[in-house]
């Protein structure tokens, strides 16, 4: 019954939010068809506005699993909401063991997974150096990995959206999915997720503008850039790969 309650609300979130982004923004989705029709599959994106996980998700030809901040969850309305449509929470900047093993269960049942590895928004100043903790999980369960590119959705500002309607210069915003790929196998280490996280991010940046490319722009190319990985990660990382093999 929770399920059922589920789709229905999800449809209709997705299907309201899908009206709402056409109605006030110039929206264009390109590369659809690259996302694998069934099986399991990691969405990975960039992040620049709060519109970007409802855009992203909504606009989505499959239904998916985002992984957001735990303190959405614990906002009032907005935090049932996000529970409703099948969302669940991180703590952010840590290693969220519970959180990896959500989204690991999700993609076992077939399901695909949108993760956001920057960990915070860059307000559209260019990509940040990202978080490890997706790349675990695409090598912990050999998940294919489809980069998302979204771009624009940094020049949306609340107080002005009504008035650039109404002059016919909405914001254009532009959500681009890449081809899939597969991790190298054999690499489910610590090293291998920092890694297998610049080459996801790599994969995310060709989908932007070079404007928008930020830490994993020409100027490092041929260096690894992540955000290095605390204790906890690592200890999180190494405790979930023996879990794993059992």
Known sequence: MRRFFS????????????????????????????????????????HAHLVDPPLVGSFSPRPVHTMAKRELFETPLIGWIFWAVGAFPVRRFSGDLGALRVARNYLRDGGVVLMYPEGTRNHGRGLKPALPGAAMVALL???????????????????????????????????????????????????????????????????????SRGAYGEQTAGTIVVARATPDQRESFEEERRGSRE
């Not at 690259?34 to 099986?39: A, D, F, I, Q, S």
């Open 141 to 211: 369960t050999d998940t294919p990995v489809v980069p998302v590119g979204i771009s624009g959705s940094h020049a949306i500002r609340w107080k002005t959206i009504p008035f650039l309607w109404i002059l016919r210069r909405r914001p254009r915003i532009r959500i681009e999915y890449g081809e899939p790929f597969n991790l190298e196998k054999g690499r489910a280490s610590a090293q291998g997720a920092m890694a297998a996280t610049d080459r996801i991010m790599r994969a995310v940046a060709a989908l932007l503008p070079e404007e």
């Open 7 to 46: 789709r229905i609300i999800y449809g209709a979130l997705t299907r309201f939010t899908r009206a709402a982004g056409r109605l006030l923004a110039d929206i264009e989705v390109v590369g659809r068809d690259r996302l694998p029709t069934e099986g399991p599959v990691i969405l990975i994106c960039n």
